[in-house]
């Protein structure tokens, strides 16, 4: 049972356009959600979370939107640059889950010069 | 800061062999440490959560005997793959939480890549 799914196995954007990943969840406990960037042989990396008392989390070219009603997150990058090539878990907790994350699929971006 | 690192990178042993692999936290008290599993272009999947001085807590389908864990300290955990085979070849990966950190922000480690001939 995949309660974190990120449908899109692979994206490619041209530099400079936006990047859009989405993510979808079942579990309507989860109350916390991050993004994570993973380049290979190495451990993902902490990208922005948001939680679920919010709709919206903007970092820098990063941002985080939660639609709670639609059970969807989606992470949107712009600026792309190069150095964003890599691939995108999304993962989600609750407050009853004991800090346990589960991650989706993920989701390979490149981007193209 | 919040570095997580993990020994050895690689390790390669022959099937029936038992490897350790260790994950530290450098510059942070860890609460809680997880250890995770990634096969090729799948999700990281949990396989057990561990805190300080207690026993861990094995996800469903982890087979604790097989997947030996010990977290001694704030900053140490290890995990002992036991009578290892070939399709427990993998990544895997450690993380942990910050003792006053932000909720549910893990810290990964670099993983370790072990491949069972």
């Known amino acids: 049972d995949q309660q974190v799914k990120q449908n899109s196995p692979s994206l490619s954007v041209q530099e400079g356009r936006i990047s859009i990943l989405n993510c979808d969840y079942t579990?309507?406990?989860?109350?916390?959600f991050l993004w994570y960037k993973k380049y290979p042989a190495e451990g993902p990396t902490f990208l922005i979370s948001?939680?679920?008392?919010?709709d919206k989390n903007e970092d820098g070219r990063f941002t985080v939107f939660l639609n709670k009603s639609a059970k969807h997150l989606s992470l949107h990058i712009v600026p792309s640059q190069p150095g964003d090539s890599a691939v995108y878990f999304c993962?989600?907790?609750?407050?009853?889950?004991?800090?346990?994350?589960?991650f989706g699929q993920g989701t390979r971006l490149t981007i193209n010069p | 800061g919040a570095v997580v690192s993990q020994h050895p990178s690689r390790v390669i042993c022959k099937s029936g062999t038992s490897v350790k692999i260790e994950c530290r936290s450098l510059?942070?008290?860890?609460?809680?440490m997880f250890w995770y599993r990634q096969f090729p272009k799948q999700s990281l999947m949990l396989m057990a959560t561990?805190?300080?001085?207690?026993?861990?807590?094995?996800e469903q389908g982890v087979e604790k005997d097989k997947f030996l864990i010990n977290h001694a300290s704030l900053t140490l955990s290890t995990l002992t793959v036991t009578s290892a085979h070939p399709e427990d070849s993998s990544f895997y990966i450690c993380?942990?939480?910050?003792?006053?950190?932000?909720?549910?922000?893990?810290?990964f480690g670099p993983g370790t890549r072990l491949t069972v001939l």
């Open positions: 993380s942990a939480t910050q003792r006053g950190g932000v909720y549910n922000e893990q810290f």
């Open positions: 579990n309507s406990m989860f109350d916390y």
């Open positions: 948001i939680s679920s008392i919010k």
């Open positions: 993962a989600a907790s609750a407050v009853q889950g004991a800090q346990k994350l589960v």
């Open positions: 510059d942070f008290q860890a609460t809680t």
């Open positions: 561990s805190n300080e001085g207690s026993k861990a807590t094995y």
